[in-house]
Nanobody
Framework: QVQLVESGGGSVQAGGSLRLACVLK????????LGWWRQGPGREREGIAS???????EYADSVKGRFTISKDNSGNTLWLQMVNLKPEDSGMYYC???????????????????????WGQGTQVNVSS
């Protein structure tokens, strides 16, 4: 059974930093595309940062220059380093893994995991002004 477990969320003041982690537990038979998605209060889920299966990295325009996505060599741990956080960054952050998607690059970030993908339970980020 495959599970994604996020951690690292919390409450910070504007300008602060957080580092989110997502650990993939279990075995996938093909390498997945990975990424972070965010859902704020009253807002739709949006792609924040992603690494597709070919290593292509994409960021939402709202977080470019402030967030950095990375993963370890095994691909089992995904991180999201967030600096200079703003109140509008508040929300539930989810990591997703999709070993079946054919989406790459920006399309992967915007399209997100498909119906057979895996999601974590989410970690809450609250940024106060």
């Amino acid at each position: 059974q495959v599970q994604l477990v996020e951690s690292g969320g919390g409450s910070v003041q504007a300008g602060g930093s957080l580092r989110l982690a997502c650990v993939l537990k279990g075995r996938l038979y093909s390498p997945p595309s990975l990424g972070w998605w965010r859902q704020g209060p009253g807002r739709e889920r949006e792609g924040i940062a992603s690494i597709d299966v070919e290593g292509g990295v994409e960021y939402a325009d709202s977080v470019k220059g402030r967030f950095t996505i990375s993963k370890d060599n095994s691909g089992n741990t995904l991180w999201l380093q967030m600096v200079n956080l703003k109140p509008e960054d508040s929300g539930m952050y989810y990591c997703g893994a999709d070993p079946f998607t054919r989406l790459r690059g920006r399309a992967w970030l915007l399209g997100g995991p498909g119906q057979y993908a895996y999601w974590g339970q989410g970690t809450q980020v609250n940024v106060s002004s």
